[in-house]
């Protein structure tokens, strides 16, 4: 559980995402203080991104269910498979949304009411 005294997070997504949306009002119902970054608008931080694959959550960033992954060839999904930074900084919409963190740390990749609900 988050300290109450500095409860502040940060959810990384794409505004037009469902999930990022609702992860937002979430938040927004429960008066959290968050910041949004926009990956289509603002790009993703290169050694941000590395720093979260290297994480508990690193193997849940690479969202190999959207229309990007299916417009990738045979090729460029076995490269993202072995190192998922290049294509990931190429292609911001293959991480899975939202990223919930605390700081540094990742709370939560995709958005699950009743998993956020135990951090705040």
């Not at 469902?18 to 979430?26: E, G, M, N, P, V």
């Not at 927004?28 to 993703?44: A, I, L, N, Y």
């Not at 990931?88 to 700081?103: E, F, N, Q, S, W």
């Amino acid at each position: 559980m988050l300290n109450e005294d500095r409860i502040f997070l940060h959810v990384y997504g794409i505004r037009q995402c469902d999930s990022t949306r609702h992860a937002l009002k979430f938040l927004d119902t429960r008066k959290v203080p968050h910041q949004f970054h926009d990956f289509r608008e603002e790009g993703v931080d290169g050694a941000l991104l590395k720093r979260w694959l290297e994480s508990a959550h690193g193997e849940y960033l690479l969202n190999r269910r959207s229309t990007t992954w299916r417009g990738l060839s045979e090729e460029e999904k076995q490269a993202a498979n072995d190192d998922p930074l290049p294509t990931l900084l190429a292609h911001p919409t293959l991480i899975k949304r939202p990223v919930i963190t605390d700081g540094d740390v990742i709370l939560e990749v995709g958005f699950s009411p009743s998993s956020l609900e135990d951090y705040i």
